[in-house]
């Protein structure tokens, strides 16, 4: 079993749309958790950290769920620039910082 | 502005070359970078850590003899893609710890081995 998993997608959504990606993680002793936006091959940014209490960012709203070892992202009012890919990351226990990626959620906003 | 650059940004070599691959960090020293490598549609797997003047941690399945990692100074570490075959095509990108508990990636490097 991947150490991260999330579902490839695409999804095809159109503008104003609200879209949700989920995003699974196998060790419950994992310590953060973040969600990156990834374009067209290009480095990875960061879109924001992820917490139990949930965090929000404008359109974007994150949550940790650690009793069911998942996290998620929910974007509302979808524009055409949000398309991308959504990459989720978790943080071992005693991973020094490593960060551990999922595959990928592909997002494709269309007029 | 970057804070970390990586070079090259893409490169393209005969098979059984070798291709070396640079990482540094700007106006900050970096004594924990990590080495990723992403085939298409699939996710960002790390390769390695490497640690200022010390060897190289490579995860699982990692040919450290293919795959050489030096961090001789505090802002450059290097990966070396040795004797490089088609296989070896992807995404190689570095990401650089600052202070601890932040981290920037690099810009990426395509290599595609032909």
């Keep these: ?111 | 502005g970057a804070v970390v650059s990586q070079h090259p940004s893409w490169v393209i070599c005969k098979s059984g070359t070798s291709v070396k691959i640079e990482c540094r960090s700007l106006d900050f020293q970096a004594t924990t970078m990590f080495w990723y490598r992403q085939f298409p549609k699939q996710s960002l797997m790390l390769m390695a850590t490497s640690n200022e003047g010390s060897k190289a941690t490579y995860e699982q399945g990692v040919e450290k003899d293919k795959f050489l990692i030096n961090h001789a100074s505090l802002t450059l570490s290097t990966l070396t893609v040795t004797s490089a075959h088609p296989e070896d095509s992807s995404f190689y990108i570095c990401r650089v710890l600052y202070g601890g508990t932040e981290a920037f990636f690099g810009q990426g490097t395509r290599l595609t081995v032909v």
């Design chain 1, 1 to 111: 079993r991947k150490e991260v998993e999330q579902d490839p997608g695409p999804f095809n959504v159109p503008e104003g749309a609200t879209v949700a990606f989920n995003c699974t993680y196998s060790n419950s002793a994992s310590q953060s958790f973040f969600w990156y936006r990834q374009d067209c091959r290009k480095e990875p940014k960061l879109l924001m950290s992820v917490y139990s209490s949930g965090n929000e960012d404008g359109r974007f709203t994150a949550q940790l769920n650690r009793a069911s070892q998942y996290i998620s992202l929910l974007i509302r009012d979808s524009k055409l620039s949000d398309s991308a890919t959504y990459l989720c990351a978790v943080t071992p226990l005693g991973g020094y910082n490593k960060l551990i990626f999922g595959a990928g959620t592909r997002l494709a906003v269309h007029p």
